[in-house]
C-alpha cells in the first residue's frame, strides 16, 4: 500500500513538472504512466459532485465523492503539487537570466505538441483545415496586439488584478485532460505565466488559492463539456487545438527578447544554443507521446488476451 502510494506521488510530480513548462501536457504524461483513464474519471466524478453541491443535492453529492478513488488523486495531486512548488523558482529564475534561450526551449516543446496533436487528427478535410488556419490566423494578429515592452506595460503584466487569477486558474486547468496542450501555455497566452510563477515562488496566499479556486471551478465547469466536445467532434476541437498552438509561437519566438515581447525579430547574438534547446525540446515531446502510443498498445493487448 505504502508503495503504490509512493509510486502515485512520483507519477503526480512528473505531470506537475511537465505542466510548469508550456507546451508539455500533464494529459500526456498521464497517458504515457498509463493513469489517464484513472485521471479523468476522478476528476469526472469530483465534478458532478460539485455540480450537485451546488445544487443542493446532499445526497447526490455523498453518491458522486464515494465514487472519486480518492486514494489514488490525493497522492497524484500531492505530487503535482510538490512538483511545482519547487520547479517555479527555477523555471522563473530562466526566464529571468537566460530569456531567449528558455523562450527557444519553450518553443520546440509547443513545436513538439503541435505535431502531437496533428497525429491526433483523423479528418484532414477542407473544413478542419479551414478552422484550423482561422484560428491560426487570428491568434497570431491578436498576440501582435498585445505589445509589452514598455516600463508601463511589464509592470502592469507582473501585477495583474486577483481576478486574473481565478480567470486564469479557470482557464489553464481545462489544459489537464487536454493532451496535446498544456496549461502553463494557456498561462503563457494570457500573459500570466511569470505573474502565477511569482505568486508559487513568494509565497502569496491570496493568489495561489484564488488561483487554485479558479482551476476548481474551471475544472468543475469545462471537464464534462471537453469530454463531450472530444468525443462527439473531435477532429474540429483537435483542429482548432492546433490553430491555437500554430499562432501562439508568435509569442514564444525567441527574438528579440524571449516572452517579454511579441515582437520578431531575427535571430542575432549565440544562436546556436536556442536552435539546438528548440531541437530537443521538440524531439522530447515527440519521444513521450512515442512511448505514451506504446504503453497504451500494450495496455489494449493484455486486456484483450487476459495476459499480464
Not at 489544459?175 to 502565477?196: C, E, K
Not at 510563477?197 to 471537453?226: E, H, I, K, T
Request: aromatic share 6%.
Amino acid at each position: 500500500m505504502l508503495r503504490e502510494v509512493l509510486w502515485t506521488v512520483v507519477r503526480g510530480f512528473l505531470m506537475g513538472a511537465a505542466d510548469v513548462v508550456p507546451g508539455v501536457s500533464g494529459g500526456t504524461i498521464a497517458l504515457v504512466l498509463g493513469i489517464y483513464e484513472r485521471l479523468v474519471a476522478a476528476i469526472r466524478a469530483g465534478s458532478s459532485a460539485l455540480g450537485h453541491l451546488l445544487k443542493g443535492d446532499l445526497p447526490g453529492v455523498g453518491r458522486w465523492l464515494r465514487r472519486v478513488e480518492w486514494s489514488f488523486l490525493l497522492p497524484l495531486l500531492a505530487g503535482i503539487g510538490i512538483a511545482v512548488g519547487g520547479l517555479a523558482r527555477v523555471i522563473e529564475a530562466g526566464l529571468s537570466d537566460f530569456p531567449v534561450e528558455m523562450a527557444a526551449l519553450f518553443l520546440g516543446l509547443v513545436a513538439g505538441s503541435i505535431v502531437i496533436a496533428w497525429r491526433m487528427l483523423g479528418r484532414r478535410d477542407l473544413v478542419r483545415m479551414a478552422i484550423l488556419v482561422v484560428v491560426a490566423v487570428v491568434v497570431f494578429v491578436l498576440l501582435g496586439l498585445r505589445e509589452s515592452t514598455t516600463p508601463e506595460a511589464v509592470a502592469q503584466a507582473a501585477t495583474p488584478a486577483v481576478w486574473a487569477f481565478f480567470g486564469a486558474g479557470a482557464l489553464a486547468i481545462c489544459a489537464m485532460i487536454l493532451p496535446g496542450i498544456s496549461g502553463s501555455f494557456i498561462l503563457v497566452l494570457l500573459g500570466m505565466y511569470a505573474p502565477v510563477l511569482a505568486a508559487v515562488n513568494d509565497r502569496d496566499v491570496v493568489a495561489v488559492a484564488v488561483f487554485g479556486l479558479g482551476a476548481v471551478v474551471g475544472l468543475a465547469l469545462f471537464s464534462q463539456l471537453l469530454h463531450w466536445a472530444l468525443a462527439h467532434h473531435h477532429d474540429t476541437v483537435m483542429a482548432a487545438l492546433i490553430g491555437l498552438m500554430g499562432g501562439s509561437l508568435r509569442v514564444l519566438w525567441p527574438w528579440p527578447a524571449g516572452l517579454e515581447t511579441t515582437a520578431l525579430g531575427v535571430p542575432s547574438g549565440p544562436v546556436l544554443v536556442p536552435v539546438v534547446l528548440g531541437a530537443v525540446g521538440a524531439a522530447t515531446v515527440v519521444a513521450v507521446h512515442l512511448v505514451a502510443e506504446r504503453m497504451n498498445g500494450r495496455i489494449v493487448h493484455t486486456a484483450a488476451d487476459g495476459t499480464p
